[in-house]
């Protein structure tokens, strides 16, 4: 038998904490550290008191700690360098990394190199056009050949806001002059996608690759919009349902053939080599699926509602993609509906305060709780984050699961909790 694994994962959101309850219930698993972690991944494991992208005290902790798997969690390590820095220092050269080198984290960083690694594998994308300050005339000339709403993209990573969907034709010009000549979104606007509105419904797949052998994990679909029926401001995500029905075998096939493949074998093609998560985003357009953006890293909140469907060891799934086994995992996946809903503060994805007392938190049989900006402080656990808390429960289909998370909330309270009632709405 091989000998138990230290693993160390990087993040500190929902995300974090359902990977790390999920890795915490392996036999392989001896130490599990968790940097920065959250109020609820300190009961699942260890955290360690620095940030995601803190490379430095990651090698001390590595070497300290006899770590020998770092999960990313987060895209700014990823995009930072972290594979590089782990892989070019002979101290810590030996540890096993499930996230990509900064050129694949590109596939999220860059949404004009996305957008041109989707034209030149043939994956199904939008029509788009790429742009820097110097082009403006032919920005805006590019626009016009467009129907409204006109979505512009904020080359660079933006913190999630730098989409921008907009109806008017004037005001999309402005904010084309915004982005490249007024510096809206500083460096991350200096160059801009436009591209053709998708009419659908979004879906998330996720794929974990060592380079060579792919899993599909569950898919799942999240609830980005503050408000009710999908109104209001974007923001990291309200909620999650996996399954999705419309995302049945033989529309995941087609998601597969279209998507999925080109993108592995393209990403060989350009010798890129390539492993951890790409979570596909994409658009279900009258039953075809269309790619809206790569991320380069598990979304959030679907990680809430993925993890708990998956039956198998998902640490000895990441062990082998870290050691480029990927071959000999496979994916066991409970047939049940998982529902998760997010808490936030009041005030998100705007202003809002932290240091709030929570209580009635805890799991129960039906419901898990994964902890996203939570910290505990002499004891007690305060709101940390504008996303404070997921609640995700698996029942034999959706209204059962909703219902369970649903009530699991009505027994949580802290000033100014907000949430959705409608998570799931429009798969009913
Ligand atoms: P992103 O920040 O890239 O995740 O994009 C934010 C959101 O904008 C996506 O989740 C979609 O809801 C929306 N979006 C992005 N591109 C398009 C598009 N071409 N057509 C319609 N909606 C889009
Ligand atoms: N929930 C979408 C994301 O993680 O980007």
Not at 7 to 27: D, F, I, T
Not at 242 to 247: E, L, M, W
Not at 325 to 334: C, M, Y
Request: hydrophobic share 40%; proline share 4%; charged share 25%.
């Amino acid at each position: 038998m091989m000998d138990k694994l230290n693993v160390l994962l990087l993040g500190g959101g929902g995300r974090e904490h359902a990977m790390a309850w999920k890795m915490a219930q392996s036999p392989l698993l001896s130490q599990l550290y968790i940097a920065p972690g959250n109020g609820g991944t300190s009961e699942v494991g260890t955290n360690l008191p620095f940030g995601d992208s803190d490379f430095e005290a990651m090698k001390l902790a590595i070497i300290e700690k006899n770590i020998s798997l770092v999960i990313v969690g987060p895209e700014a390590p990823l995009v930072k360098g972290v594979r590089e820095f782990i892989e070019n220092d002979d101290a810590i050269k030996h540890v096993k990394i499930v996230g990509p080198g900064a050129e694949g984290a590109q596939l999220e960083g860059s949404k004009a190199f996305s957008k041109a690694f989707m034209q030149r594998h043939n994956i199904p994308t939008a029509r788009y056009g790429e742009f820097n300050g110097e082009q403006i005339e032919s920005a805006k000339v590019f626009l016009s050949e467009f129907n409204p709403p006109y979505v512009l993209k904020a080359d660079g990573l933006a913190a999630g806001k730098g989409v921008l969907i907009i109806d008017d034709r004037a005001e999309a010009e402005l904010a084309l002059e915004d982005m490249l000549l007024g510096g809206k979104f500083g460096a991350a606007g200096n160059k801009v996608v436009i591209e053709e509105f998708l009419k659908g419904i979004e879906l998330s797949v996720f794929v974990l690759t060592d380079g060579n052998d792919y899993l599909i994990l569950p898919e799942a679909k999240d609830y980005k919009r503050i408000g009710e029926g999908d109104s209001g401001l974007n923001t990291g995500g309200m909620g999650s349902i996996s399954p999705v029905p419309f995302a049945d075998a033989a529309y995941m096939e087609k998601v597969k053939q279209t998507i999925v493949e080109p993108t592995i074998s393209g990403l060989k093609k350009d010798n890129i080599s390539y492993n951890g998560f790409v979570f596909v985003g994409l658009m279900n357009v009258d039953g075809e699926p269309i790619v809206i953006e790569y991320n380069s890293r598990m979304g959030d909140p679907e990680t809430e509602s993925v993890m708990p469907r998956i039956k198998n060891d998902f640490l000895e799934i990441l062990w082998n993609c870290g050691n480029q086994t990927l071959k000999n995992s496979k994916i066991e996946v409970d047939e049940r509906t998982a529902a998760c809903v997010m808490l936030v503060s009041g005030g998100y994805p705007e202003d809002y305060e932290k240091g709030k007392v929570m209580s009635g938190v805890e799991a129960n049989a039906q419901t898990l709780a994964f902890h996203a900006g939570t910290t505990l402080k002499e004891g007690k656990l305060l709101t940390s984050g504008g996303r404070v808390i997921a609640f995700t429960s698996l029942a034999n289909n959706l209204e059962d699961a909703l219902s369970l998370s649903y009530n699991k909330i009505a027994e949580v309270k802290f000033d100014g909790m907000y949430y959705r009632t409608d998570i799931g709405f429009d798969l009913k």
